[in-house]
């Protein structure tokens, strides 16, 4: 360590202690990185771990001295994914509730989230697991309980409020949940998933999710 970097402070004037894992944490994130784009590219099967030697700059030892055995990589790179796919879409439980305009706010959000879930890199993240459910059935496991806690779950605490309140006559507010993904971004998802040529339209996309939000509003709404 030179004279510089073992007197570093911060603003405070604090030493800087460099955290002994940082080379080792670097190295990591360089296997994840390549790793994923390896198991999009080719999926499980033909990934190889030579591939992601080469991609990644780090050594094959190191790789396996990391997470052990590509079986092992390929959970760990794809179940340390699943919970951020939906990280750029805030939770809604409390805004769609107390929202002054419901239909306006269920719109809002299932067009947010359904632009989120069309992503090229969520799709292809998503076919690779549905590809490998056989296999990894964890994975399925992990990526329906991301989904309901960051956006099922709170949606159902809003109907139940809304239903309270009787805004809403919602006698199942986890199946009204279902049923309002299932007649927006679950129309918009299917396509996509399978057909992976099919661009995001912005006037389809509207029209399904405002025809979707009505027939819900049709069945639910008390007034």
Request: hydrophobic share 45%; charged share 20%; with cysteine.
């Amino acid at each position: 360590m030179d004279a510089e970097t073992m007197n570093a402070t911060d603003e405070y004037g604090i030493p800087i202690i460099p955290g002994p894992s940082d080379s080792a944490q670097r190295k990591r994130q360089a296997i994840i990185d390549a790793a994923l784009a390896e198991f999009l590219t080719e999926g499980y099967s033909a990934a190889s771990m030579d591939a992601i030697t080469q991609r990644s700059g780090v050594s094959k030892a190191t790789i396996y001295k990391h997470f052990g055995n590509k079986e092992r990589l390929f959970l760990a790179v794809v179940g340390g994914v699943l919970p951020q796919t939906y990280a750029g879409l805030q939770c809604c439980g409390s805004s769609i509730a107390q929202a002054p305009d419901l239909r306006a706010a269920l719109i809002n959000f299932t067009t947010d989230w359904t632009r989120l879930v069309l992503r090229p890199d969520i799709m292809s993240l998503r076919r690779l697991v549905i590809g490998e459910i056989d296999r990894f059935p964890q994975l399925g496991q992990l990526w329906y309980r991301v989904t309901y806690d960051m956006n099922n779950g709170p949606l159902t605490e809003a109907f139940t409020e809304l239903d309270a309140r009787g805004t809403l006559a919602v006698p199942d507010p986890a199946l009204a949940v279902q049923q309002l993904v299932a007649a927006t971004l679950g129309v918009l998802q299917l396509v996509h998933t399978f057909s992976t040529d099919t661009e995001v339209d912005e006037a389809e996309l509207s029209r399904v999710i405002t025809s979707g939000v009505d027939l819900f509003l049709a069945r639910y709404a008390t007034a």
